[in-house]
Nanobody, 128 residues
């Protein structure tokens, strides 16, 4: 059974940085895509970015492009979301999700339905 766990959320001032981690366990294959989503109070969950594990490619929503960076640590089976130049509007619960494919387009991986396993979420609050 796949287990996905986020960590690293917290409170930060606008302009600051945070790094979220997403650790995956129970997955024996080395090919998968991890997506990051967020949900602000009163809003629908939205796509933030995604990365492929074996190919090492990444894709970002326009709202975070140039500020957020996805990276991975093969040894730790963990993917990271480095968030820089944070804004108040980045405040949300951040989720990571995993699916066992890498072969589809980014338009597919922008959708929640592309993912089979989800973490519990971690709160990010940016004070202005």
């Amino acid at each position: 059974q796949v287990h996905v766990e986020e960590s690293g959320g917290g409170l930060v001032q606008a302009g600051g940085s945070l790094r979220l981690s997403c650790a995956v366990s129970g997955r024996t294959v080395s090919t998968y895509t991890m997506g990051w989503f967020r949900q602000a109070p009163g809003k629908e969950r939205e796509f933030v970015g995604a990365g492929t594990w074996s190919a090492g490619t990444t894709y970002y929503a326009d709202s975070v492009k140039g500020r957020f960076t996805i990276s991975r640590d093969n040894a730790r089976n963990t993917m990271y979301l480095q968030m820089d130049s944070l804004k108040a509007e980045d405040t949300a619960v951040y989720y990571c999700a995993v699916t066992g494919t890498e072969r589809y387009t980014w338009n597919y991986y922008k959708q929640e339905r592309a993912y089979t396993d989800w973490g519990q979420g971690t709160q990010v609050t940016v004070s202005s």
